[in-house]
């Protein structure tokens, strides 16, 4: 049986869906912590264990019977433990195989996004240690993050963002989870890290323009002083920590840390992942 935990989310959720078309819902089990957002799953036939990655028994119970287990990782200070505790109960129950889902970037070491994301990676290095069979895929920016980083009105406000012409290899989150869907699946990913990004690299002028065709409106960008940066988008009245996910992603942005484009999605997906347009198109409903 395969665990998918974070399976009431956007990207938990799409692999859920995508497995459900390759595999019997008797072969599902998902953890989550919200049994309300459960219903779904329940509704769909797959078994719902209820838990957090807080709670070691909640684990324990969860991983019973269990032979894969995709993780998908969670955020907030604590995290790391909590991916550690994920870890270890597989460890403890004999899955045969983890895949946990982290961040794309060139050099972890010079990234802006190093104090909030370093965990990720010292998540990878406990996994790999951990002995069990791994398949990390490190993910991109999602295209379905340009609303929280344009702002939802973007198409009538126009980017402001400073990107400079830094691109990045967008891809969709419910291509991401079939991908992450297929390597459970699928033979041949032991042991493996995959940068699961888009084919091509586009910049937010890019965007910029391909929501000017989608919407017959004129969408424009705007390189931000980074200076001025995040105590404009503070006195927007944006959390302290959105205000430094958007500022320190767009530094990494600029500064071409998230420059990396592989086949790795498009072998898993056994097609080419969306293109800008194709993405964009979904994510805004245009
Ligand atoms: N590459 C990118 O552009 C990008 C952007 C944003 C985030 N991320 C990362 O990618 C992950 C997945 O993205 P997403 O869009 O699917 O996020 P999401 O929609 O927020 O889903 C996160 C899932 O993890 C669950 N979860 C979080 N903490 C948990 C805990 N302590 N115990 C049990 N379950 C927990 C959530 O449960 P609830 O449904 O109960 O909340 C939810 O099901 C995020 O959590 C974050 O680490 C990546």
């Not at 983890?98 to 965990?119: G, N, V, Y």
């Not at 699928?186 to 586009?202: C, F, K, R, V």
């Not at 992603?249 to 498009?266: A, G, L, P, R, Y």
């Amino acid at each position: 049986m395969i665990l998918v935990t974070g399976a009431t989310g956007h990207l938990g959720s799409a692999a859920v869906s995508h497995l459900l078309k390759n595999t019997s819902a008797g072969n599902i089990v998902s953890f989550a912590r919200d049994e309300n957002k459960a219903s779904i799953l329940r509704g769909k036939g797959v078994e719902v264990r209820i838990g957090t990655y807080d709670d070691i028994s909640s684990l324990d119970l969860a991983m019973q019977g269990i032979e894969k287990v995709l993780l998908i990782s969670g955020n907030g200070p604590t995290r790391l433990q909590q991916h550690k505790n994920v870890v270890a109960a597989a460890k403890k129950a004999g899955v045969r195989h983890i895949i946990f889902t982290t961040i794309a970037l060139k050099d972890m070491k010079t990234a802006a996004l190093r104090p909030l994301m370093e965990d990720l990676y010292q998540a990878e290095d406990y996994i790999k240690q951990s002995g069990l069979t791994y398949t990390i895929l490190r993910n991109t920016l999602y295209t379905g993050a340009t609303p929280l980083f344009g702002g939802e009105k973007v198409i009538k406000t126009g980017i402001n963002l400073p990107t400079g012409n830094g691109k990045v290899p967008f891809a969709l989150r419910r291509e991401m989870g079939e991908a992450a869907a297929n390597a459970l699946l699928q033979n041949g990913h032991e042991n493996q890290t995959y940068q699961i990004t888009g084919s091509d690299l586009y910049s937010y002028t890019d965007v910029a323009n391909v929501l000017s065709t989608l919407s017959e409106k004129t969408v424009t960008y705007t390189d931000a002083d980074p200076k001025t940066f995040p105590g404009r988008l503070k006195e927007s009245g944006l959390p302290d920590i959105v205000v430094l996910l958007v500022t320190t992603f767009s530094e990494d942005v600029k500064n071409h840390q998230f420059e990396i484009v592989t086949k790795d999605m498009e072998n898993l997906l056994g097609r080419k992942p969306a293109s800008l347009k194709e993405g964009l198109k979904e994510v805004f409903s245009l």
